[in-house]
């Protein structure tokens, strides 16, 4: 199964500030996704990292609040930008293998 | 629109007892696929299975097995047996296209399980 990297594993932050989170696969993907767990709730997709393309969002998340860089196809940058205490979740990025979503071991994020 | 609805927001039991989470599903598509994922108090997602529509056998894997009824829309999963590392938040999904036209997951909210020694 593909092994997925992120760095930092949990971060706690200054409101109004941003923080990157890094996504490292170890094996070539098409495509990588993050996705956003608030406390205690279930997993939201946040946007699609196509390499050499801008990122897809989905509805109600947008490129300025949650830039996303694709440089190739191993690697893939989520900043959380200008936080606020509502950014406080779980962040992780996915990839298919197979017939499978595989998911990193999450960046925890706690917004002061 | 694709839906998953994970009734049980959290259940307790007794170690060896049996116990089933239920998952019940909307969606338009006469294709489409079932997961399930298990997320552990350390928080890492592990895939358990995979269904497919057209396959309604149920599964069995060790002291896990899941009963699909596309006649009633759902998924459940029993587990036998239970053991405290069952403990876990469990995850129901179905699988749909995105906004980018990948194919991406719809989770439920999820079932908290205690297994209490």
């Known amino acids: 199964s593909a092994v997925i990297s992120q760095k930092p594993s949990r971060d706690i932050c200054q409101r109004g500030t941003s923080l990157t989170i890094q996504c490292q696969v170890d094996?070539?993907?098409?495509?990588m996704f993050w996705y956003r767990q608030q406390p205690g709730q279930s997993l939201t997709l946040i946007a699609t990292?196509?390499?050499?393309?801008?990122?897809?969002?989905e509805s109600g998340f947008v490129i300025d609040k949650f830039p996303i860089s694709r440089p190739n196809l191993t690697f893939s940058t989520l900043t959380v930008s200008n936080m606020s205490p509502e950014d406080s979740s779980i962040y992780l990025c996915?990839?298919?293998?197979?017939?499978?979503?595989?998911f990193g071991s999450g960046t925890q994020l706690s917004v002061l | 629109a694709q839906k998953v609805t994970q009734a049980q927001t959290e259940i307790s039991v007794v170690e060896k007892e049996d116990v089933t989470l239920d998952c019940v599903y909307e969606?338009?598509?006469?294709?489409?696929?079932l997961f399930w994922y298990k997320q552990p108090p350390s928080g890492e997602l592990v895939f358990l299975i995979r269904?497919?529509?057209?396959?309604?056998q149920n599964e069995i894997s060790g002291r896990y097995s899941w009963n699909f009824q596309k006649s009633t829309s759902s998924f459940n999963f029993t587990i036998t047996a239970s053991q405290v590392v069952d403990s876990a938040v469990y995850f129901c999904?179905?699988?749909?296209?995105?906004?980018?036209?990948?194919?991406?997951?719809?989770f439920g909210k999820g079932t908290k399980l205690s297994v209490i020694p």
């Open positions: 996915s990839v298919w293998e197979g017939e499978k979503l595989f």
């Open positions: 094996s070539q993907v098409t495509m």
């Open positions: 990292a196509n390499q050499g393309s801008e990122a897809t969002y």
């Open positions: 969606t338009r598509d006469t294709t489409y696929y």
């Open positions: 269904r497919n529509s057209f396959d309604e």
């Open positions: 999904a179905l699988m749909h296209r995105s906004g980018a036209g990948s194919y991406q997951l719809t």
